[in-house]
């Protein structure tokens, strides 16, 4: 009998749910949640399967935006609590694997169309197992580092959403200096998220903002706005270009998420690229690297369902 596997991406603000088994994810099975709507993931799968009535789950693997431990997770950007044991209970699944929601985004980068896949700069021809780059945007910020092997991907966890803002001077310096009074440790996702961009807008206008509407007040040639974007992508150049030279990823860069795509058409003219390949002798190295988007909404699920296959392989 063929596995069915059950497929969760838990954001900090949505769920989307899916099933699939050894030969991919199944046709028309995708559905997307409102966290908000529910008390846990628990009862977000509970009502996926009372609406699809798919028969008996082998497995479930979850990609869950916050740190795993010993088979439970916290999310960071939601109050909810993730257990094992609890969706094994809730599902019937004979095993369940949580992983970061950017260690799955890693595990589908094989399984990608291409064109799910934009270019956004060029650099040189990916190397064919070089390592790759995932850095995600939206809700909040993290990485994955892939790497491929002999017995397939290995994609590490990783919280650096949560590392300190680089040092900086002039505009940028003294908005790293603000987000330090509202989170001491400076975190990354302070300044590159959706909220980050809020933060952004409000340092520069003195008014709150979600990122719909700034990225509106932009096209409507507000300064503010146009200003906190700069900022933005300015700065989003200098963090990427810090972690590609720690993880030298010349099969590519590749941003994904709701904040990744909203912001990728600016983020030449906005000044992303002059920071994020300033880096003394290493800049040709930097302009070496592909610098994409991932535009594939399922792309988590993808993930969830190679990395199954491999633990199967």
């Known amino acids: 009998m063929t596995e069915r596997w059950l497929l969760a991406d838990l954001g900090g603000t949505t769920t989307r749910v899916g099933l699939a088994g050894p030969e991919g994810i199944h046709a028309g099975s995708l559905h997307r ?49 993730i257990d094992s044991a609890e969706l094994r209970a809730a599902t019937g699944a004979q095993s369940v694997t949580l992983l970061n929601d950017l260690q799955v985004q890693g595990y589908a980068l094989d399984d990608l169309a291409q064109d799910q896949l934009h270019r956004l700069f060029a650099g040189a021809d990916p190397q064919a197992t070089a390592t790759r780059l995932v850095m995600g945007l939206g809700t909040g910020c993290n990485i994955a580092v892939v790497h491929t ?5 290995l994609v590490p966890p990783a919280e650096a959403g949560h590392a300190s803002l680089p040092f900086a001077t002039g505009r940028i310096g003294a908005l790293v200096d603000h987000l330090g009074q509202v989170q001491p440790h400076r975190p990354v996702e302070s300044a590159l998220s959706g909220p980050g961009l809020s933060n952004i807008y409000e340092w520069v206008s003195g008014l709150q903002a979600a990122p719909e509407s700034i990225l509106s007040a932009h096209r409507a040639r507000e300064p503010n706005a146009t200003e906190a974007l700069e900022l933005f992508c300015q700065l989003l150049g200098q963090v990427a270009g810090d972690l590609a030279l720690a993880h030298l990823p010349m099969g590519g860069l590749y941003f994904i998420g709701g904040m990744a795509r909203a912001i990728a058409p600016l983020l030449d003219q906005m000044g992303f690229y002059e920071p994020f390949t300033a880096k003394g002798p290493y800049a040709p190295i930097l302009r070496d690297i592909p610098v994409f988007l991932i535009e594939d909404d399922s792309a988590a699920l993808q993930g969830c369902a190679r990395y199954l296959r491999q633990l199967r392989a």
């Not at 092997?149 to 991907?153: E, H, S």
């Open 149 to 153: 092997t002999p017995t397939g991907l």
């Open 33 to 81: 949640f409102h966290n908000a709507d529910f008390d846990g993931l628990s009862d977000v799968l509970r009502s996926y399967l009372e609406q699809v009535q798919p028969g008996a789950i082998q497995a479930l693997s979850a990609g869950v935006a916050g740190p795993v431990r010993n088979e439970a997770a916290q999310l960071t950007n939601h109050d909810w609590f």
